[in-house]
């Protein structure tokens, strides 16, 4: 190889594989400024570890600090599983013999042609579950996560006062100056990132006012019979808040714990200003404050995040002394901050997309931890003591956009808590298949809530009865070892329910399939309900074709990488060889693809989300095929710029499937998308930033922030069939950079410049063979170590053997290498 090559190829390795500062420098670009008062909790600001949190808002005469924690629930359910079910041989028998019916509307009722005497009525989900929803107020009952508690920052603030904010992303430190005449009041905060712990320092200048200092939890504001918050103080500067959620329906009594450990600070120059414990909170009054700092630190422990003494476990958080573990703690967060960042990043000629991603990176780590409880709907965010579906597990997709990032963005480790959700979550999915359809394995609902017992579990009759989801549920963690190639993750996290999910599907097959076709029934499309006569609509639906074969492969690769199971594996593939194809065609020049069997063919060209879903999160097909399937979903996949009703972010396919399909004006689209749906800080808003908070949305949707992240890489860096796309959907004219995770172990560190062309340093973390999409005539070029690297060449892709641990160069002067 040519010296001045070879000197090429080691200097762009130095460069694209420099340290955390490059990551950290890139996100402390995009710092989130806010001038003014900030007073809507939709749009606050957030800092948070993964599992605590606060949203903060700015008034002119206080600061408000108001937390969540992703534990804290009261998960009492008043259900009897049992008691409600509809079980799937009694939908299939009333079908057949009593003409039951259910028709898809909202709030439709069951009806029958000739109901036997004597027989229940059904309900759509347990009674207790309803909600109510009005103008003015929304009212529920049952399970909910709740508002941990507030810190507040009162001064003599009046609407001359100025306030000015920044949220250093990089470092998860806020700052705000409120600014008076003749003086300031400056504030520093965080969450610290390896602790649940809140601290606070603030410093007086000039004439600016004193502030009083609140720690307080409210009584619930949902349910009048619940206890109220017991304040207790220790010694003149600490206290404690309990707040109690009594036993109830097999749900063992539950508190969650505040402790403030508040500064020493000076009255009048009296002395010290002890803390008064009052009926719902704890204050430290205003006093005359010397020159220096003033330091707070708010510890938050529950009866679930640890052993022993809740109670004391956030005393010993909190500390004795707040002014003296401010930097040392400081100090640690923004070591672990910057370890976050290095993990990946990314640098684009688009600096509003490259905001978006940075920030939204920021929000997900406030939001998921590896070793936390994984978030519901609410997450830690929580704006009120209820909330839309109880802030439950949805399972049709909220759950999983928790999760669908963090695998490409290099943070392989927060897949911890995913894995551990699905083992909480495991003995209700074992339960429902035996209850609902009298089989072994592991059958997941639309919904489930945390810390409820099996046999409490949640039951939709109609809504529900999904099939695909239980494949669906697995997904990520198969995606873990795709990643990853981590044996003993997949043998631990992943194979106990890919095996479970499989072996449901398999006696699903084997008592339910019926017809000369084969048909997989009844069952409804995701929230597209309906139980109909003779099943029509409710047969071969198209996401469970695509996740009873998805399920079947997934047991099958994990059951040979682990080398166990070969009699069901056996099983899984005679089952696999019996899942019917995905239905589609063309009417002249328009495609249809059926979403279940009875779909009438001339109007399935007409609605695209069913066929968008076989490309994401299906991936039955890659997507970019020219014909076949995708082709017909690229037909009829319509406008990019309208993804779905109401332009809204919240169906998971949506967005991903264009970034796949890659029709024309894909990124335009797509971005067009991911800037409108934004707050002015970037927090991702589902329904366009120009929809207002309306009342549909009394929660933070912060599983859509997912887009943001997840859609800018797959701008960048797609993997999905095992084969790597290096910026497929970027515009040839912009420049960009990255470091992201592949599929096959591998990491790709990429620079594509408009002029320069494209190289790449792909590191084998598993020593696969790497394939690459390139259409382009002449091949690149592939090094590793200085010397040429061998490379087979196919119609649309190149392939080359790797090593472990090695990192290969590929590079071209081609300027359309896509």
């Known amino acids: 190889m040519h010296a001045a090559v070879r000197g090429f190829a080691a200097l762009f390795v130095s460069l694209l594989t420099a340290d955390a500062l490059f990551a950290r420098s890139l996100a402390g670009s995009h710092t989130v400024r806010i001038s003014g008062p900030l007073t809507n909790l939709q749009e606050a600001l957030v800092i948070g570890n993964g599992d605590m949190a606060a949203l903060v808002t700015l008034l002119h005469?206080?600061?408000v600090f108001q937390f969540g924690k992703n534990d804290v629930w009261d998960s009492r359910h008043d259900n009897v599983s049992a008691d409600v079910v509809l079980k799937h041989d009694d939908l299939i028998r009333y079908e057949r013999d009593y003409g039951f019916r259910w028709d898809g509307k909202l709030h439709?009722?069951?009806?029958?042609?000739?109901?036997?005497?004597?027989?229940?009525?059904?309900?759509?989900?347990?009674?207790?579950?309803?909600?109510?929803?009005?103008?003015?107020?929304?009212?529920y009952s049952g399970p909910a996560p709740k508002v941990a508690g507030r810190v507040r920052l009162v001064h003599r603030g009046l609407s001359a006062t100025t306030i000015d904010t920044t949220l250093d992303i990089a470092r998860g430190v806020l700052k705000t100056r409120f600014g008076f005449r003749n003086g300031a009041l400056t504030v520093e905060a965080f969450v610290q990132r390896n602790a649940n712990v809140f601290r606070l320092r603030y410093a007086v200048e000039g004439d600016a006012p004193t502030p009083m200092l609140?720690?307080?939890?409210?009584?619930?504001?949902?349910?009048p019979a619940?206890?109220?918050?017991?304040?207790?103080?220790?010694?003149?500067?600490?206290?404690?808040?309990?707040?109690?959620?009594?036993?109830?329906?097999?749900?063992?009594?539950?508190?969650?714990?505040?402790?403030?450990?508040?500064?020493?600070?000076r009255l009048n120059g009296i002395g010290e200003q002890a803390i008064k414990p009052l009926a719902y909170e704890v204050q430290q009054p205003q006093g005359t404050l010397p020159s220096g700092t003033r330091e707070f630190s708010l510890g938050i422990a529950t009866d679930r995040d640890g052993a022993g003494d809740a109670r004391q476990r956030a005393i010993d958080l909190a500390g004795p002394d707040p002014a003296k573990d401010y930097d040392a703690a400081l100090e640690a967060h923004e070591r672990a901050w910057e370890e976050f960042w290095s993990a990946s990043d990314i640098e684009?000629?688009?600096?509003?997309?490259?905001?978006?991603?940075?920030?939204?990176?920021?929000?997900?780590?406030?939001?998921?931890?590896?070793?936390?409880?994984?978030?519901?709907?609410g997450a830690n965010v929580t704006l009120w003591d209820a909330m839309p579906w109880h802030g439950d597990y949805h399972w049709n997709m909220n759950v999983q956009k928790n999760y669908l990032h963090w695998l490409p963005a290099n943070h392989a480790k927060w897949m911890d808590s995913y894995a551990r959700l699905i083992q909480q979550t495991m003995p209700t999915f074992e339960y429902l298949a035996k209850l609902t359809f009298s089989l072994d394995g592991a059958y997941c609902e639309l919904?489930?809530?945390?810390?409820?017992?099996?046999?409490?579990?949640?039951?939709?009759?109609?809504?529900?009865?999904?099939?695909?989801?239980?494949?669906?549920?697995?997904?990520?963690?198969?995606?873990?070892?795709?990643?990853?190639?981590?044996?003993?993750?997949?043998?631990?996290?992943?194979?106990?329910?890919?095996?479970?999910?499989?072996?449901?599907?398999?006696?699903?097959?084997?008592?339910?399939?019926?017809?000369?076709?084969?048909?997989?029934?009844?069952?409804?499309?995701?929230?597209?309900?309906?139980?109909?006569?003779?099943?029509?609509?409710?047969?071969?639906?198209?996401?469970?074709?695509?996740?009873?074969?998805?399920?079947?492969?997934w047991a099958i690769d994990a059951s040979t990488a682990l080398n166990v199971d070969a009699d069901w594996r056996a099983k899984w593939k005679d089952g696999l060889a019996r899942v019917p194809e995905v239905q589609f065609g063309w009417t002249g020049n328009r495609a249809w693809v059926l979403p279940d069997k009875d779909f009438p063919k001339e109007k399935a060209g007409d609605h695209s989300w069913w066929a968008r879903w076989a490309i994401f999160p299906g991936e039955h097909v890659d997507g970019d095929e020219e014909g076949g399937l995708a082709g017909a979903v690229r037909n009829i996949a319509g406008d990019v710029s309208k993804p779905g009703p109401e332009g809204n972010l919240s169906g998971i396919e949506n967005i991903i499937p264009w970034l796949r399909l890659k029709p024309t004006g894909a990124f335009e689209g797509v971005r067009a998308v991911m800037l409108r749906h934004r707050s002015p800080n970037d927090l991702a808003h589902t329904f366009g930033r120009d929809a207002g908070y309306s009342e549909r949305l009394q929660w933070r949707v912060a599983e859509d922030?997912?887009?943001?992240?997840?859609?800018?890489?797959?701008?960048?860096?797609?993997?999905?069939?095992?084969?790597?796309?290096?910026?497929?959907?970027?515009?040839?004219?912009?420049?960009?950079?990255?470091?992201?995770?592949?599929?096959?172990?591998f990491f790709v560190t990429a620079d594509w410049h408009p002029r320069q062309g494209l190289n790449a340093v792909i590191r084998s973390n598993a020593g696969l063979a790497c394939r690459i999409r390139w259409t382009e005539a002449a091949a690149p070029?592939?090094?590793?170590?200085?010397?040429?690297?061998?490379?087979?060449?196919s119609a649309r892709e190149i392939e080359f053997d790797t090593k472990q641990g090695v990192d290969y160069l590929v590079t071209s002067s081609k300027t359309d290498v896509r």
């Open 61 to 63: 005469h206080e600061m």
């Open 108 to 139: 439709a009722r069951p009806t029958w042609l000739n109901k036997p005497a004597g027989m229940r009525d059904f309900t759509e989900q347990p009674p207790s579950y309803h909600t109510r929803t009005e103008r003015s107020l929304q009212a």
């Open 214 to 223: 609140i720690l307080e939890k409210q009584p619930d504001r949902v349910d």
């Open 226 to 265: 619940m206890p109220h918050p017991e304040v207790r103080a220790a010694d003149d500067f600490h206290a404690t808040i309990t707040q109690v959620i009594p036993a109830g329906f097999d749900v063992p009594r539950f508190a969650w714990h505040l402790a403030g450990s508040f500064p020493r600070q």
């Open 348 to 377: 684009l000629g688009d600096k509003e997309i490259e905001a978006v991603w940075y920030r939204q990176m920021y929000l997900w780590a406030c939001h998921v931890a590896p070793h936390a409880q994984a978030p519901g709907l």
């Open 447 to 553: 919904v489930t809530i945390p810390f409820v017992p099996p046999h409490r579990a949640h039951v939709h009759n109609r809504w529900g009865r999904d099939l695909a989801m239980t494949g669906w549920v697995g997904q990520a963690l198969w995606w873990h070892w795709e990643y990853t190639r981590d044996r003993d993750w997949l043998e631990r996290n992943s194979y106990p329910y890919l095996k479970k999910a499989a072996q449901f599907y398999w006696g699903y097959l084997n008592k339910y399939q019926q017809g000369k076709d084969g048909d997989i029934f009844p069952s409804i499309l995701s929230e597209t309900p309906g139980w109909n006569a003779g099943f029509k609509g409710n047969r071969n639906v198209l996401t469970n074709l695509v996740m009873f074969r998805k399920a079947f492969q």
């Open 705 to 745: 922030n997912y887009l943001g992240v997840f859609g800018t890489m797959e701008m960048l860096l797609q993997s999905h069939g095992g084969v790597l796309r290096l910026f497929p959907v970027w515009p040839k004219n912009l420049p960009a950079k990255f470091r992201l995770a592949a599929r096959g172990g």
């Open 781 to 793: 070029t592939v090094t590793a170590g200085g010397q040429p690297v061998a490379i087979r060449r």
